[in-house]
Structure formats: structure tokens, C-alpha cells
């Protein structure tokens, strides 16, 4: 999939002596304001308001840039890479609803907009789409490429799926069955057995080695020759796999890490191995899936290089109810008790979650997601009390990728009354995380153009390693060692608008409306 990049389009400037531009170059100076609390010997709280000044500088050359998936051939790999070819020729075709024309529904970052600010004037809300805030990669110029265990061709991959209109496939077909999937590594012990009869594509070794390693810095290098690019990000859609056990001596440091692997270790995962490469590879590297690829040495190993790693577990239609519908109810006061949630789906994503471990992951992934609302509200839960959780998977081939999640909320209201949220979701499966995958890349890509410094911190370098940006795309968000793990959506969001107004010196988005108010 080839394309030019677009022409980066100012929408908007900035008029404050805090903000440059320079031809390279937007350059901010930004006064971050928190409030600091600390507790008396009586008990009380005092709370500091404190300003820390950062500077921001942000590359305004927008890269030709390569999305390379592992799992290229799954449902999401070839359900995205349809819908950028469709995006990118500007495609309508006919359905029995009648005709349907290319979007990215369902991107944050091209689907939403950001209120920019109030126009001088009328006082009207100035909102902007998110995508412009800051000089970001088209999804449409995106060049996808990738890896799979299995050999199909995309076009037919993107048949096996049964995801897109037959119509919509027609006009895409001819380009997606020139693109194949490069030969992955497949160590049977990772993915469920279902799985034996599409690996037919894959590098020789069952185990990890640092051959494999190799192939797949290869692999990346070669892809980003080929088409010129200037950056590359790897994303992993690849199935879930079971859980690595993190032993002492193989992957808890970063040197353990790449020793076990040059030693064959049985317990380091296909997804590691991906992630090892990348680093070495200075290659930004998203897991979408929850299984725990990012072992503390992958972390460490990543934090050595200052390359970026991000994950876990697309959140992409259960979950994302969760996180905005559990964070609604705490915060509206109301004691949530019990959620149960249920799902049947047909895809090969349910075959593989049939099996007990890698069920294991994805019910890991899919329950940690509201312990920091309760835990916020200490007026309705006691220390360590939470509410009762369980989460169901039944694999239900009929339904294909049409996956049923039903949830039942169970929540405590005034003078011992009891509401009961029920919930009937059909999640389109591919066709919600796609937009989440174009997103994690976007934002990654673009975290790759931001440094800061401050007067403590000296001179100019980029984001932690561990991109907590990204947690409103993930239902298991990883963050760096002792910081805090935030599930709630709108707080995620708000970091992710928040950190991309300070980057061009804009106040955090306030709905205090003062202006409507105090006149
Ligand atoms: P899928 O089963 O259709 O696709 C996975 C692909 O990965 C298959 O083509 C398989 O051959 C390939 N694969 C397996 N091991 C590999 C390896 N080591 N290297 C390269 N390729 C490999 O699954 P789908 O629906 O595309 O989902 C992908 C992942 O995303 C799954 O882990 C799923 O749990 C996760 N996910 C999916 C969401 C969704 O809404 N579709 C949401 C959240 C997570
Ligand atoms: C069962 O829920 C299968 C899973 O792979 C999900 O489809 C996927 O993780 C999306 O989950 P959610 O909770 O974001 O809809």
C-alpha cells in the first residue's frame, strides 16, 4: 500500500509570546499547573497549588511513515488495511441499506474534534477536528505491511475474516491480493492448538532465538528501504497469546531478557521477541493484545534505547462501555456492587480464546478495568472493597465477528433501592478496534516528534518509554514502573487532549465557561 504523505495544513496558530514557529519547528513554553497535598499530624489535608514550567518542541515535518502489524492476515489487519485503501481512493459502493462511502468512524483522533476556544467576538465554541491540533500523519498515507504465521494474501484474508461488504471487497480486492504477509515466528506453546492449521508461513525454530530477532530488525529495515519511509511503527494483532511466567535469571532485566533469547528460553513469547527487535530496531512497538509481552526486561530494554512501547488489549467496545459507563455511575455518587459480562463471538480471535490460557489473558485484561474509579470514591467503597466482577467468553462460531456483549450493572442507590443497568451490545468487532489501531499509531508517531526539557530535567528528550498516553485505545494500559494505571475514559481522553494543547502552549480543555457566567 503506497502513497504520498499530505501536505501538513495549518488550521489554526497560535498568537502568544509562549509559542513559536519555526519553519522545523513549534516551540512552547508551558506552565503545568498541580496541586500538591500534603496531610497534618491531625490528619487534615493541605493543598499547594504548583506550577512547573516546561519547554515543548514539536517537529512540524510530518514522515512518510510504515504501519507494520503482526498479524497482518487476522481479522483487524486486513479489516484496516481495507478500510485505508477505501479512505485513501475515496470508495462508495453499494450495500441493501444503499450506498455507504469510506470513513474513520470510531478514531479518536479522526472521527472527534477538540474545542480550540470561544470566538472573541460571539463567544461561539470554536471546535477543531482532534487530528489537527497538532501536525500529524494522514492515516490515508499510511504504508501498511507486517507479518503472519499464516500465508494468505490479504484480499483472501480479508475473505476469511467476513468482516466488509462483498461490494466494498470487490473494489479493494485486486491491490490487497499483490500484499502478502512475511513469514512470522510461531512457538505453538503461545497460541491456542486451534491454531496449528493456518501457521503455514513461518520462520524455522520453535523457540525464541536471536536468529528470529534478527529477521525481524531485517524485516523492518528492508520494509522502510523498499518504500522510502522515514519512520516505521509495529503494532502487534497477532492472536492473544498465554501469559510468559516472569522468572528470575530470564526476562526480568533487559540483559536476562536478550541472553534467554540467544539461549532458546521456552518461556520468552513470540510477542517479546517482536518487542526486543523493535527496540534494538529504535522502532516504536503497540501490543493490542493483553497477554503480558512487555516482561520487566522488555521494559527495561526499551527504557535503555529510549524507544517507545505501548499497550496492553485494544479497548474496543465492552470495555470502552466500561470505562465511561463505571466511571459515570461512582462518579454520579451511585455504589456500583456487581457487573457481569458476558460475550459470545464466531471469529478466530473467540477460537483462540476457547483455549484456558489465552482466555486466561484476555479475562486478566478485561477485569482490572475500573479499580481506580473505586478506588477513587472513598465515600462508597471501604479500603479494598470492590465491586463483584466476572467476565464470560464463549466461542459461538455463528455470530462470526459480530460479537455479543451482554453486561448487567448492579449498582445501590438511595435508602437501600437497587438500579440495574442491563446492557446488549452487538460489537462489530474488527470494525471497532481498526479505528484503534490507526489511532495507537497515529499517536505514537506522533510522540516520536515531541521532546520537552525543564530547568531540573536539562536539556531536550522525549516521553517516557512507556507510552501512558495511549491507555483510552487499551483496556490494560501500561505505565511506567509506580505511576498510576488510569482506566476511567474520560480521564484518558483528557490526558491525551490535555498533553496535546500544552505541546502549542493552550490551557488544559476547562468547561468552567466563565465567560457565560460571570458577566
Ligand atoms: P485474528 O485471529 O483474526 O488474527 C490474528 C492473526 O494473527 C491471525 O491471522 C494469525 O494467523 C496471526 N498470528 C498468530 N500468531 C502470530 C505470530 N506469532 N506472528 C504473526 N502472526 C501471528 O484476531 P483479530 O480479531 O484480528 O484480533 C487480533 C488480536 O487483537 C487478538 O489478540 C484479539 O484478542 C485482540 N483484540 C481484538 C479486538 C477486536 O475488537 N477485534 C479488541 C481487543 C483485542
Ligand atoms: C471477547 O470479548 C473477545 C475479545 O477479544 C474482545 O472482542 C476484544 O478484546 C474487545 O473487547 P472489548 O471488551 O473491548 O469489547
Not at 29 to 43: H, M, Q, W
Not at 112 to 122: D, H, N, Y
Not at 329 to 347: D, E, F, R, V, W
Request: overall charge negative; hydrophobic content about 40%; glycine content about 6%.
Amino acid at each position: 500500500v503506497q502513497a504520498q504523505p499530505a501536505p501538513a495544513k495549518d488550521l489554526f496558530t497560535v498568537n502568544s509570546p509562549n509559542v513559536t514557529y519555526t519553519d522545523d519547528h513549534i516551540n512552547t513554553k508551558y506552565v503545568y499547573r498541580t496541586t500538591a497535598v500534603t496531610k497534618t499530624e491531625s490528619g487534615k489535608f493541605v493543598a499547594s497549588p504548583k506550577e512547573t514550567t516546561y519547554d515543548f518542541k514539536v517537529d512540524r515535518k510530518v514522515p512518510k511513515t510504515g504501519m507494520m502489524l503482526v498479524g497482518w492476515g487476522g481479522n483487524n489487519g486486513s479489516t484496516v488495511t481495507a478500510g485505508i485503501i477505501a479512505n485513501r481512493r475515496g470508495l462508495v459502493w453499494d450495500t441493501r441499506e444503499g450506498h455507504r462511502a469510506a470513513n474513520y468512524y470510531g478514531s479518536v483522533i479522526m472521527g472527534s474534534t477538540i474545542k480550540l476556544g470561544t470566538e472573541a467576538q460571539t463567544g461561539e465554541e470554536i471546535n477543531i477536528p482532534f487530528h489537527d491540533v497538532l501536525p500529524m500523519v494522514h492515516p490515508n498515507d499510511l504504508v501498511v505491511g507486517g507479518w503472519d504465521i499464516s500465508s494468505l494474501n490479504i484480499a483472501a484474508a480479508m475473505d476469511r475474516a467476513q468482516v466488509l461488504e462483498p461490494t466494498l471487497k470487490a473494489l479493494v480486492y485486486k491491490e490487497m491480493s499483490l500484499q502478502k504477509p512475511l513469514p512470522s515466528i510461531y512457538y505453538p506453546d503461545f497460541i491456542a492448538a486451534n491454531q496449528e492449521d493456518r501457521a503455514d508461513n513461518i520462520l524455522p525454530g520453535s523457540k525464541a532465538s536471536w536468529s528470529h530477532v534478527e529477521q525481524i530488525r531485517a524485516d523492518i529495515r528492508n520494509f522502510k528501504e523498499q518504500n522510502n519511509l522515514d519512520k516505521i511503527i509495529v503494532l502487534w494483532t497477532a492472536n492473544t497469546e498465554r501469559y510468559a511466567d516472569i522468572i528470575p535469571g530470564v526476562n526480568d532485566t533487559a540483559d536476562n531478557l536478550i541472553e534467554a533469547i540467544k539461549q532458546g528460553h521456552e518461556e520468552v513469547s513470540p510477542s517479546t521477541v517482536f518487542s526486543v527487535a523493535c527496540t534494538l530496531e529504535n522502532t516504536p512497538f503497540i501490543n493490542g493484545s493483553p497477554q503480558n509481552t512487555f516482561v520487566p526486561g522488555a521494559i527495561q530494554l526499551a527504557e535503555k534505547h529510549n524507544t517507545f512501547i505501548g499497550g496492553d488489549d485494544f479497548k474496543s467496545g465492552q470495555t470502552k462501555m466500561k470505562s465511561a459507563l463505571v466511571d459515570f455511575l461512582i462518579n454520579a455518587g451511585i455504589k456500583l456492587t456487581s457487573i457481569a459480562s458476558y460475550n459470545h463471538l464466531g471469529n478466530n480471535d473467540g477460537k483462540n480464546l476457547s483455549s484456558q490460557k489465552q482466555f486466561r489473558s484476555k479475562e486478566i485484561s478485561k477485569s482490572n478495568v475500573v479499580d481506580d474509579m473505586v478506588a477513587a470514591n472513598s465515600v462508597l467503597y471501604a479500603k479494598d472493597e470492590h465491586p463483584d466482577h466476572t467476565v464470560v467468553i464463549k466461542y459461538m462460531p455463528a455470530v462470526g465477528d459480530n460479537k455479543r456483549a451482554l453486561d448487567e450493572y448492579y449498582a445501590e442507590i438511595f435508602m437501600g433501592g437497587h438500579q440495574t443497568i442491563s446492557i446488549f451490545n452487538v460489537c462489530e468487532d474488527s470494525l471497532l478496534a481498526s479505528p484503534l489501531i490507526i489511532d495507537l499509531v497515529l499517536v505514537a508517531e506522533m510522540m516520536t516528534r515531541i521532546q520537552w526539557k525543564s530547568e531540573e530535567a536539562g536539556d531536550y528528550k522525549g516521553f517516557h518509554s512507556v507510552l501512558s498516553i495511549l491507555s483510552y485505545m487499551l483496556k490494560a494500559p501500561l505505565v511506567p514502573a509506580g505511576t498510576p494505571v488510569v482506566n476511567a475514559l474520560a480521564k484518558q481522553r483528557g490526558a491525551l487532549t490535555n498533553i496535546f494543547r500544552a505541546c502549542i502552549g493552550l490551557q488544559p480543555e476547562s468547561d468552567m465557561t466563565l465567560e457565560h457566567k460571570l458577566f
